[in-house]
């Protein structure tokens, strides 16, 4: 998915260099690039973050608090 990523950035950074002036090509950048990019990996990263907290859940307290009296 990288490579479709770094692909589509490059193709808007072609696209923002053409606007006729300097806010049209960082409007063009941030709403065809920044924000649907950023909307992807997002959603991509769901299950990566729902691993990784099932993950933390699981593993023991970092105190090793067994619960046991001085």
Do not use: H, N, Q
């Not at 998915?1 to 806010?23: D, K, P, R």
């Amino acid at each position: 998915m990288w490579i479709v990523a770094i692909g589509w950035s490059y193709v808007v950074i072609l696209m923002a260099a053409t606007e006729t002036s300097f806010i049209a090509g960082v409007m063009t950048f941030l709403v065809y690039c920044m924000i649907p990019l950023s909307i992807l990996f997002y959603i991509t990263g769901a299950k990566r973050r729902r691993a990784r907290r099932a993950a933390e859940a699981a593993a023991p307290a970092p105190g090793g608090d067994s619960g046991g009296g001085p």
